[in-house]
């Protein structure tokens, strides 16, 4: 299995905000649903083999995690995205990992502790442009990748996960977190074919 974690500091932690249709002024949430079509979708059909996660710091209640694996249950598709996340954040319960469709949760957990509890099993890998060139690392079967939206990642957190992460970079220029997360999943893909 492999894990995507997406953070944003100011993306939404309310469902109302993303019932009013502005993925930009929910904290930018056109970016985290970018970056989830990048990780799940293929061209004809879904990756099977990817969780997805995303972390959201920004009013009114951080911080909310939620965790997607797509499933045929799910009814997924590009178009009901923000949808889905405006359910799972409307069906939040307090003290509770919830889960709201089949293979679909939602809690209350900070960046730290979802990275703390997947690298029991796991090894870490922060996306950043300064990190070591991704093709030339050694990427376990359940690999974590972490990436921030156009802010990046908190500073006090990034560096107690440097601490258990390894840096790993895509190139030299700044991409998108979509295309970052396009890229990765390339790699991967090549590495299993061979």
Not at 17 to 29: F, H, V
Not at 57 to 65: A, E, L, S, V
Not at 107 to 118: D, Q
Not at 138 to 152: A, E, M, Q, R, T
């Amino acid at each position: 299995m492999k894990h995507f974690i997406y953070f944003s500091k100011s993306a939404s932690t309310s469902g109302k905000a993303l019932s009013q249709g502005n993925l930009m002024k929910a904290g930018r949430m056109d970016i985290a649903i970018h970056s989830f079509i990048q990780a799940i979708y293929l061209s004809k059909g879904f990756r099977e083999d990817v969780k997805f996660h995303f972390v959201f710091y920004g009013m009114p209640d951080p911080p909310k995690h939620i965790e997607i694996q797509v499933s045929e249950e799910l009814g997924l598709n590009k178009k009901n995205i923000a949808k889905i996340i405006q359910k799972l954040l409307y069906k939040y319960k307090k003290g509770e990992k919830t889960q709201v469709f089949p293979k679909c949760f939602i809690e209350k957990k900070s960046l730290l502790k979802v990275v703390e509890e997947l690298a029991e099993n796991s090894n870490i890998f922060i996306l950043d442009k300064k990190g070591q060139d991704l093709r030339k690392v050694k990427i376990s079967k359940n690999p974590v990748f972490i990436l921030g939206d156009h802010d990046g990642l908190p500073k006090k957190e990034l560096k107690r996960l440097k601490k258990i992460a390894i840096l790993v970079s895509v190139g030299e220029k700044m991409y998108f977190a979509s295309q970052v997360i396009a890229v990765v999943n390339n790699e991967l893909d090549k590495r299993e074919a061979t």
